[in-house]
């Protein structure tokens, strides 16, 4: 059984930090395209940060310098590091684990909240 699990979000206030966590289960983890997208009220989902099988990462323009995606492959865990955390921010976060080739897949997370408020 398949089993991405978000910890980390809550309630921060401008310029403040956050650290999301997604705990993998039932995936080929280290063969495997982790990602972390957003949903802000009213707005698409978008790709925030993604890295590759290979360790390659990738940014949407708004995090860039600010956010930072990384793997533990021995826990099976993505993190991302959120820094400097604007009002904009504000969405729930999504984990989302992929693999193109066989066997094929694409699972998500339930989402955690992340609100930025003074």
């Known amino acids: 059984q398949v089993q991405l699990v978000e910890s980390g979000g809550g309630l921060v206030q401008p310029g403040g930090s956050l650290r999301l966590s997604c705990a993998a289960s039932g995936i080929i983890f280290s063969r495997s395209t982790m990602g972390w997208y957003r949903q802000a009220p009213g707005k698409q989902r978008e790709l925030v940060a993604v890295m590759g099988s290979g360790g390659i990462t990738n940014y949407v323009d708004s995090v860039k310098g600010r956010f930072t995606i990384s793997r533990d492959i021995a826990k099976n865990t993505v993190h991302l590091q959120m820094n400097n955390l604007k009002p904009e921010d504000t969405a729930v976060y999504y984990c989302?684990?992929?693999?193109?080739?066989?066997?094929?897949?694409?699972?998500w997370g339930q989402g955690t909240q992340v609100t930025v408020s003074s």
């Open positions: 989302n684990a992929a693999r193109s080739s066989w066997p094929m897949y694409e699972y």
